[in-house]
């Protein structure tokens, strides 16, 4: 009877504590309820927005025509007002066809620079800082230039950033710098790979490889050569120096 007794006991306890409790339950599996499905809206709803944006893109991208300038326009209206995804790959393509096509270097610098504020990825995040440090290049910005190509994260550019420093370099006449750069730029840099056991390195493409080649021994001549002349310079110096202090003692001396 005991045992029947507090079985009874322990069940009016917790019809008590659901008397006293019910609302709290109910609005907690409310609640929970409206989250999961709210949850699955959401998701449904981000879905049909992407491939939305999908297809506008595609559209808006077989449109793009050179000789007819609202055809870009409503590329970078799209990539503004968009908030997918694609609204970065719209600003790239954007960027590209003002570089390529209209030789307008401002506005894709400016197009550039706001896909940076649009996504996290370090890798379109690199992407877009290689192809801005190209476009200051262009400008003779060569300070920014350097600057810029210093925010690149990804290894797997390192040859392209150096190859470009290199060429910033030459410009600048700091020759050793250049060849300091280049020669990275041929040297393999490990990436590591997705399995940690697998170990992977960025190579210049074979095209890029004999391009920096060449400019790796244009840079090395020029180097000898500006450190012949510094030389030369610095020798010349020195013997004016010894001559005048010769003179000079000459002169006590007759004094």
Request: net charge negative; aromatic share 10%; hydrophobic share 35%.
């Amino acid at each position: 009877m005991s045992h029947q007794l507090s079985g009874e006991e322990q069940f009016s306890e917790i019809k008590e504590f659901l008397a006293k409790k019910w609302k709290i339950i109910v609005a907690v599996i409310v609640i929970g309820l409206l989250a999961f499905y709210g949850w699955r809206y959401w998701q449904s709803h981000k879905l049909a927005k992407t491939i939305e944006s999908s297809d506008r893109y595609e559209q808006l991208i077989a449109n793009l025509d050179k000789n007819n300038p609202d055809s870009i326009n409503e590329l970078v209206s799209f990539a503004e007002s968009d908030d997918t995804i694609y609204s970065v790959f719209a600003n790239l393509k954007a960027a590209k066809f003002y570089v390529e096509e209209i030789k307008d270097y401002p506005k894709a610098e400016k197009l550039l620079t706001d896909t940076l504020s649009k996504t996290d990825s370090d890798i379109i995040k690199s992407i877009s800082y290689v192809r801005i440090a190209k476009i200051q290049y262009q400008l003779e910005r060569y300070q920014d230039t350097l600057a810029t190509l210093s925010k690149v994260t990804e290894k797997s550019w390192t040859p392209v950033v150096n190859d470009i420093r290199g060429d910033v370099y030459m410009k600048m006449n700091n020759y050793t710098q250049a060849v300091a750069a280049y020669t990275v730029a041929l040297t393999p840099t490990p990436i590591d790979g997705s399995d940690e056991n697998i170990v992977k390195a960025s190579l210049p493409t074979e095209q890029l490889d004999e391009n920096i080649k060449m400019k790796l021994n244009q840079a090395q001549y020029l180097k000898d050569k500006q450190q012949a002349e510094q030389e030369a310079e610095a020798a010349k110096e020195k013997a004016k120096q010894e001559a005048e202090a010769k003179k000079n003692a000459a002169q006590e001396n007759k004094n």
